[in-house]
């Protein structure tokens, strides 16, 4: 089969997908034809070598995720393409992917959040950061928000796992209220609804203005501050937690609940070995012989204090 066949094909498997997506899939695979113009590999070797090529434009290997990203790519055009035709060879069963070692998740601090909304912000800014705080949606979900999509204490969010109902805190509703306009989308640009990068690039020029920079600058960081927080508070409910955020799959979620740092920190004050220092110098300060001795000085000192008023 020729590759540019092969691609063909599993594009149009993957209709009806986020244009976002699509695009990912089309540039992945535009690479990978780049490599192989005629035939498609039907062994693991030269795909393996050809991940194992991928260098960025300034020649320096790309980061695991980007391989790994373009590896899942591969592997779905390849099971697609077998379910269609069952005599082509799948080498991707033998290609290695790349490693992919744990990463902390970027969260806001809240000395960040206080800088985030003590700026001088406009009135759709302090909503849609209210908004992204209090329920943690994605950009694409914020950009195709309605104002049917509002209503008191929930909003209905339309991301790529499809509809679903949130709750919203009461802030949060005034907080979108006190923009309402005649258009059908909640968020507006000069020039219609906000998109996609229309968000984020008003997040990240407030995470600027707030003195916050690097990676953390986007909506999603927003969403890791939620479900992070969430996550840590006592009694959540995990289930809940997947409903609000939109995983299709728990394990998702469960990254928000292992190793979640707030939670992790108030276990640790309870546990850490260093009371054991405390409780030493506790009981070297206040240790029974120390007292007696205290008490019989003073015992000494009031008994030669009445001897000379006997005397």
Request: hydrophobic share 35%; aromatic share 8%; net charge positive.
């Amino acid at each position: 089969m020729f590759t540019e066949q092969a691609i063909g094909e599993f594009l149009t498997s993957r209709g009806g997908l986020r244009p976002k997506t699509t695009a990912e899939y089309r540039k992945h695979l535009e690479l990978f034809q780049k490599s192989f113009p005629d035939e498609l590999p039907e062994k693991p070797q030269p795909v393996q070598v050809w991940l194992n090529a991928q260098v960025g434009k300034n020649g320096q290997a790309l980061a695991p995720e980007t391989v790994h990203a373009r590896f899942r790519t591969l592997r779905a055009m390849y099971r697609q393409l077998q379910e269609w035709h069952p005599e082509l060879i799948n080498p991707m069963p033998l290609v290695r992917a790349p490693r992919l070692m744990p990463k902390a998740m970027r969260t806001f601090a809240d000395e960040d959040l206080y800088n985030l909304f003590c700026q001088p912000l406009q009135p759709q800014e302090r909503a849609l950061l209210t908004l992204l705080l209090d329920v943690g949606p994605r950009a694409d979900e914020c950009a195709s928000l309605t104002w049917d999509d509002v209503m008191p204490g929930f909003v209905v969010l339309r991301g790529k796992t499809g509809e679903r109902t949130v709750p919203i805190s009461e802030t949060t509703y005034r907080q979108l209220q006190a923009i309402r306009n005649d258009s059908t989308h909640v968020f507006i640009g000069k020039r219609g609804p906000l998109t996609y990068e229309g968000i984020y690039k008003m997040v990240r020029r407030l995470c600027r203005q707030a003195g916050i920079t690097g990676r953390r600058t986007s909506p999603h960081t927003f969403r890791h501050t939620f479900g992070t927080n969430y996550a840590a508070s006592e009694g959540s409910d995990p289930k809940v937690l997947q409903d609000i955020m939109g995983h299709r799959d728990f394990k998702t979620t469960l990254r928000y609940i292992q190793n979640n740092p707030r939670r992790m920190a108030r276990n640790h004050s309870r546990c850490t070995p260093l009371k054991i220092l405390a409780s030493a110098a506790q009981g070297f300060l206040f240790n029974d012989n120390q007292v007696m001795k205290e008490a019989e000085a003073i015992l000494a000192q009031k008994g030669g204090e009445h001897q000379g008023k006997d005397d």
